[in-house]
């Protein structure tokens, strides 16, 4: 069975910045696009970066989003920088089905809580 | 990039036939067939119910989806209480910033 299970959230102050981890089994984990998605308290999803299987990598913000694999270990992370009061969310791994198509694993998600 | 429009709410009885709109632009939703449609739970991961425009995943069949030009649409047939949740449609962007999400529809059953 597919799975992905996210590590590293927690309380953040402003300006600060953190590394997600998301660990993956159940599947071939080099073949897959990987992507990280969030959804701030009462809101939408919103997707935040993506990383190919050859390690192209997608950011919805260049300069604070960014995206690392490591397939000999089966994991993925983000490293968000400049912490900011509305990246408040919880984050989710979730695995591509194909070709940029859709998510279809998704984690249990990690909650990020930027506040001083 | 915008997110995609959905109505905020959609509700029906149980055992009648809801459908939820998605709206883009001929960027995104009307440029491929590349449509996602997700259920979410309250508190739990979205959940992943049909890919590209039409293919269910795995799920009831009595969802199924459709586009028509920068309109992509969720249909639940036979309405029941567990597909009370929240719904968030996707597509694909050919851009630095590949996917777009629409603004999710909370699916009431009364």
């Known amino acids: 069975e597919a799975k992905l299970v996210e590590s590293g959230g927690g309380l953040v102050q402003p300006g600060g910045s953190l590394r997600l981890s998301c660990a993956a089994s159940?599947?071939?984990?080099?073949?897959?696009?990987m992507n990280w998605v969030r959804q701030a308290p009462g809101k939408g999803l919103e997707w935040v970066a993506s990383?190919?299987?050859?390690?192209t990598t997608y950011s919805s913000d260049w300069g604070r989003f960014s995206m690392s694999r490591d397939n000999s270990r089966n994991t993925v992370d983000l490293h968000i920088n400049r912490l900011r009061a509305e990246d408040t969310a919880v984050y989710y791994c979730?695995?591509?089905?194909?070709?940029?198509?859709?998510?279809?694993?998704w984690g249990q998600g990690t909650l990020v809580t930027v506040s001083s | 990039q915008s997110a995609l429009a959905q109505p905020a709410s959609v509700s029906g009885s149980p055992g009648q036939s809801i459908t939820i709109s998605c709206t883009g632009t001929?960027?995104?939703?009307?440029?491929?067939?590349?449509v996602s449609w997700y259920q979410q739970h309250p508190g739990k991961a979205p959940k992943l119910i049909i890919y590209?425009?039409y293919n269910p995943s795995g799920v009831s069949h009595r969802f199924s989806g459709s586009k028509s030009g920068n309109t992509a649409s969720l249909t639940i047939s036979g309405l029941q209480a567990e597909d009370e949740a929240d719904y968030y449609c996707?597509?694909?962007?050919?851009?630095?910033?590949?996917?777009?999400f629409g603004s999710g529809t909370k699916v009431t059953v009364l």
């Open positions: 159940g599947f071939s984990f080099n073949l897959y696009t």
């Open positions: 990383i190919s299987s050859g390690g």
């Open positions: 590209d425009v």
């Open positions: 001929s960027s995104d939703v009307g440029a491929y067939d590349y």
């Open positions: 996707a597509s694909y962007i050919a851009s630095n910033n590949p996917f777009v």
């Open positions: 979730t695995k591509d089905r194909g070709g940029l198509s859709a998510f279809d694993i």
